[in-house]
């Protein structure tokens, strides 16, 4: 049972428009969601993160948002750059589960020149 | 510089040879975790440890185990591999359990 899913394998965007890349879960008990990135030959990276009690947290040209209701949270890059095209991973955890982090099966960005 | 760093980064073997990777990280972390990728499966736990003498099983521990006898190390054992066992494996360090993890390079097996 997948309780982290992302459902669209991949995404491909133009340069300077914005990515969207979304992710749904399933256990209502998820409190805390991190999204990394992932380059081809090398281990993923953290990007951002965000608490259940926010719905939007922002740090530069990324920002997540979390919509608790519907068990879904996004991330999106604006303006998107031919760096940003990598594999993006969505992971959710609890705080009463400590050390059980639950991945997304991924996104691969293509951000086009 | 802060690293966590994975050997053998590439290992072909055949089922059934007992084998080790190691991992290692610089940083005084005392949470560390496995996990393995598989196409359209993402990252998956295999194991982690909340700190030196504590481990507990992730979502996919079979065939594998585990030590923490040193904060830096969290070697990963395959007692008896298996071809399924073929995968891309990842070992993750952070500060806390829910803090950002700090990943290694990927160590990718092979298992004949």
């Known amino acids: 049972d997948q309780q982290v899913k992302q459902n669209s394998p991949s995404l491909s965007v133009q340069e300077g428009r914005i990515s969207i890349l979304n992710c749904d879960y399933t256990?209502?008990?998820?409190?805390?969601f991190l999204w990394y990135k992932k380059y081809p030959a090398e281990g993923p990276t953290f990007l951002i993160s965000i608490s259940s009690i926010k719905d939007k947290n922002e740090d530069g040209r990324f920002t997540v948002f979390l919509n608790k209701s519907a068990k879904h949270l996004s991330l999106h890059i604006v303006p998107s750059q031919p760096g940003d095209s990598a594999v993006y991973f969505c992971?959710?955890?609890?705080?009463?589960?400590?050390?059980?982090?639950?991945f997304g099966q991924g996104t691969t960005l293509q951000v086009k020149p | 510089e802060a690293q966590v760093t994975q050997n053998p980064r590439y290992l072909i073997t055949v089922t059934g040879k007992k084998l080790t990777v190691t991992c290692s990280q610089n940083?005084?972390?005392?949470?560390m975790s496995w996990y393995r990728q598989d196409p359209g499966l993402g990252l998956r736990q295999i194991y982690y440890?909340?700190?030196?003498?504590?481990?507990d099983k992730g979502d996919v521990p079979e065939g594998y185990k585990v030590s923490r006898k040193e904060k830096r190390n969290f070697p990963l054992i395959l007692e008896s591999p298996s071809p399924n066992q073929t995968s891309l494996y990842f070992c993750?360090?952070?500060?806390?359990?829910?803090?950002?993890?700090?990943f290694g390079e990927g160590s990718r097996l092979t298992v004949l």
């Open positions: 256990n209502s008990m998820f409190d805390y």
């Open positions: 940083m005084n972390h005392e949470y």
């Open positions: 993750a360090s952070s500060l806390g359990s829910t803090g950002e993890l700090f």
């Open positions: 992971a959710a955890t609890s705080s009463g589960n400590t050390g059980k982090l639950i």
């Open positions: 440890s909340m700190n030196v003498e504590v481990t």
